[in-house]
Every structure is written in C-alpha cells, then in structure tokens.
C-alpha cells in the first residue's frame, strides 16, 4: 500500500484494506504483489473521488484478491478488451494520468500463469471491482499438494502486506 499511498494522497482518495489478521498464503509473491500493485495503481488513475480498497481472503478455492473502486467505470463493450496489451479504454484520461496500456496485461498474464482466474464488474460512473483468484498449489513448478494453504498467527498476508 506504500507505493500507491501517495497517489491516493495526492487526489483525497481513500485508500482501504480489508484484509483479516493472520491470513496467509504460499504463492508466487512476486507476481502477486505486481497484481496488486497494477490493479491499485488502475483504480486510483481511474477515480477522482471516493475511495479504492483492497480485499483479501481465503477459501477452500484459493486466494481471492479484490480491487474495489468508486471510479469513472468501464462500458461493457470495452471490457472483453481492457486486457489487450496497450489498449486503454479513455485515451483522453490516459494522456492526462500517463501509463502504456500494459497494467491490465500484466495482471492478466500473473494471473493465468498462477492457474488463476480473473473477473472484472463495472458499470459507468459507479465504478470497477476487479476480483482475482489463484487456487492453492498456486506455484510454478508445484502440483496442488505440494504448496501450502493456512491461516497462520499474526498480522501478515504472506510477504505482501503488513497490517
């Protein structure tokens, strides 16, 4: 959340987690952290007011990771192609706020390289959740047997975030 803190400052937006104490999982940090990281950093070019939260749980079907944002929206005759590399759906924005197109991507390359699966819900000028889930064995190179999926004492969520 340090990383995308400042932005969210910079704009008055509200920035949340919704994480619960003590969730853990074994994963691909690497990539899921740049989930994250993509999925924040879209929601806060894309909301001018209101607030953006990260969701976070665990359930017999794996890590559920959710982006929830009270920006501009996506009309659904964009969405089938806000995955496509270097395809952004307000270009007028997007020459304001910068970026290459390649966020959405990337998140969506992580995602399906983890075996997971990725959704988007929006409606124009009510916002976006993006919800991504990787199921547990979730490592590359591992069967599902093999890589762990518990809940574990303390504040963390993995090596990604602190609380």
Do not use: C
Not at 26 to 36: F, H, N
Not at 54 to 68: D, H, K, N, Q
Not at 125 to 145: D, K
């Amino acid at each position: 959340m340090a990383l995308v803190s400042p932005a969210a400052d910079q704009k008055h937006i509200r920035l949340s987690t919704d994480i619960p104490s003590g969730l853990f999982f074994v994963t691909d940090v690497g990539k899921v952290r740049q989930i994250v990281l993509n999925l924040l950093s879209n929601a806060l070019k894309y909301t001018d007011k209101g607030e953006v939260t990260l969701r976070a749980t665990i359930g017999a079907s794996g890590l559920r990771i959710e982006v929830v944002d009270t920006g501009i929206g996506i009309v659904a005759e964009d969405q089938p192609r806000i995955f496509d590399p270097f395809w952004q759906a307000d270009r007028r924005l997007t020459r304001k706020a910068g970026g290459a197109g390649l966020g959405l991507a990337i998140v969506d390359r992580f995602t399906h390289s983890l075996d997971g699966s990725l959704r988007v819900e929006s409606e124009p000028g009510h916002g976006t959740t993006f919800a991504v889930l990787i199921p547990p064995g979730a490592l590359p190179g591992t069967s599902t047997s093999s890589a762990a999926l518990r809940t574990a004492g303390g504040p963390s969520f993995g090596t990604v975030w602190t609380r």
